[in-house]
């Protein structure tokens, strides 16, 4: 397992890392529906208490942060000391995109359940692409005896346009785009599949590439294992965070595992990199509540904001 450093412990399910500029990283805390800044020398600041479930996490043209609220999860305290979700909260609030504002905590409902006759359950992660507008995977919500069968959406910053333009997807987590945005890319978790989809316009997919349409399945490890979020790097490769190996798996764009960062928690969720040289990954350990650093062997990608 690689070295790494703790920037923050104690966190609710933390997710959705974005590290910005004066080195801290701001993350989610999904199990308390709250958006929190984390510093390097270990300070902590509420930036948004949006409730529901704060999940994916994003920079938009305007300086604001993006987030994907899936409504909310029920959790529960495993004996070994983890944080687990465990299907659709009682008190699920719905599935929304929110936009907020940094500097006042402001949050905005951008797109909600219903718009633009779109079906909103759980939206989970999201990426900017370089034309303003963002994709989004809605992962749906569990519920005892049933589970969502969801999409993945395009839509317009300023709230103007909403379209669910990949459907079925099963239970999409993890998105994001290849370096020339030629290619979007999509984990499914229970599947664990990653897709991959050719991008012919902003907010349009190829809707034949694949044997049922939009998308081919680029990567799928052997085992019990679910895939989660993930980041690109800037040659391209594909880092997801994998559930139940207990770290990142890095894929090439032509389908093949590059390497296996180990992590200590079966629920490692997501990565973002900061630094001048983009070589540190931060990572979000969400069963144990923390947030790592690590040095990483090659420069994540530079985001569009």
């Not at 500029?21 to 701001?26: C, E, K, T, W």
């Not at 409504?71 to 599935?95: M, T």
């Not at 990426?127 to 589970?147: A, I, L, M, Q, Y």
Request: hydrophobic residues 35%; negative net charge.
């Amino acid at each position: 397992m690689t070295d790494f450093t703790v920037i923050a412990s104690g966190l609710r399910f933390p997710e959705g890392p974005v590290a910005m500029p004066d080195g801290s990283v701001i993350v989610v805390e999904i199990a308390d529906g709250r958006i929190t800044r984390c510093f390097p020398d270990g300070r902590r600041a509420t930036v948004a208490t949006p409730g529901g479930g704060p999940n994916g996490l994003a920079m938009g043209p305007d300086g604001k942060l993006y987030c994907c609220n899936n409504g909310g999860f029920n959790y529960h305290e495993h004996p070994a000391g983890l944080l687990i979700p465990s299907g659709q909260a009682d008190d699920y609030s719905g599935g929304r995109i929110e936009r907020i504002d940094i500097d006042t905590g402001a949050v905005e409902i951008l797109y909600k359940d219903g718009d633009f006759g779109c079906v909103l359950r759980g939206p989970n992660d999201i990426v900017f692409d370089s034309h303003g507008g963002f994709w989004f995977t809605d992962h749906g919500k569990n519920r005892p005896r049933e589970r969502d069968i969801t999409g993945i959406f395009y839509a317009k910053a300023d709230g103007s346009y909403l379209e669910e333009v990949i459907f079925p997807s099963e239970n999409p987590n993890g998105i994001g785009l290849s370096p020339d945005g030629a290619t979007l890319y999509a984990a499914e978790t229970y599947t664990c599949r990653l897709m991959a989809f050719r991008v012919t316009a902003p907010g349009t997919v190829d809707q034949t590439a694949g044997l049922g349409g939009a998308g081919m399945p680029l990567y799928r490890p052997a085992g019990y294992k679910f895939f989660d979020s993930l980041g690109i790097e800037e040659n391209g490769n594909i880092c997801v965070a994998t559930i139940g190996e207990s770290g990142i798996s890095v894929i090439s764009p032509a389908g093949a595992l590059v390497e296996f960062v180990a992590t200590p928690d079966p629920f490692t969720t997501n990565i973002c990199w900061g630094g001048l040289d983009r070589m540190t990954a931060y990572i979000t350990l969400s069963g144990t509540g923390q947030l790592i650093s690590m040095p990483w062997s090659r420069a994540g990608l530079k985001l569009v904001y």
